[in-house]
């Protein structure tokens, strides 16, 4: 198992560029997640889903949109990159929250 | 939205000594807390975690005491090593939700920064 792939692990964007993150988990888990980290700020939860088809908003979903097509696949779509928006982004999934979350290695992207 | 506050930002303890980190929440969905584990340039690793029908769990060197009543729950580390250097997280579920998808939500701490030194 491949566990939870995350791709590109590098970016840079210039401002106002959009461009997609990509997650994928080969475990069919239910519950993703996108979370950004900066420092001192600790793991910022931006959109989680619960199954294919049903997304919700975390603390910082403005800016990034979501969609769960498939159980594998849960993609983030920066819309107009910002210099705010640089940060370690990181995918996660788990069969249940209980079962505690699977996180991807992670995707540094840099907007200048 | 869910407010998780952790603490300290940062920690610095000798080899084989104690180190304690605490982390209060607001209302949540269920009870259900755990730590995790961060290495730099990795992704956070479940450390541990504790469930509603216990007030202290303990795995190895890794202890979770849990106050409902403050809705407070913090994370001892004994004997700590120069290995258990790394970032530690706690988190919690999210509150109840109109739209009933907050058993998919998982709130983390900022974030303590921990040093252990040989």
């Known amino acids: 198992n491949a566990g939870v792939t995350q791709t590109p692990k590098f970016q840079v964007l210039k401002t106002g560029q959009s461009m997609t993150l990509q997650c994928a988990q080969d475990m069919n888990h239910e519950y993703m997640s996108w979370y950004r980290q900066d420092p001192g700020m600790g793991l910022r939860l931006i959109h989680y889903s619960v199954g294919a088809g049903i997304t919700d908003q975390g603390e910082v979903p403005n800016g990034y949109n979501v969609s769960r097509s498939t159980t594998e696949d849960f993609p983030l779509r920066l819309l107009s990159a910002a210099p705010s928006q640089t940060s370690v982004y990181f995918c996660a999934s788990s069969y249940s929250i209980m079962g505690g979350y699977t996180f991807g290695s992670g995707t540094r992207l840099t907007v200048v | 939205q869910q407010q998780v506050k952790q603490s300290p930002q940062s920690l610095i303890v000798q080899k084989g000594g104690i180190s304690i980190i605490n982390c209060a929440y607001e209302?949540?969905?269920?009870?259900?807390f755990p730590w995790y584990q961060q290495f730099p340039g990795k992704g956070p690793a479940l450390l541990i975690a504790i469930r509603p029908d216990v007030s202290e769990k303990k795995e190895g060197r890794f202890t979770i005491s849990f106050n409902k009543s403050a809705k407070q729950f913090s994370l001892h580390i004994m004997d700590s090593q120069p290995g258990d250097s790394a970032t530690y997280f706690c988190?919690?579920?999210?509150?109840?939700?109109?739209?009933?998808?907050?058993?998919?939500?998982?709130?983390f701490g900022q974030g303590t920064i921990l040093t252990v030194h040989p």
């Open positions: 988190a919690a579920p999210g509150r109840p939700n109109a739209g009933g998808t907050s058993y998919g939500k998982l709130t």
């Open positions: 209302n949540t969905a269920f009870d259900y």
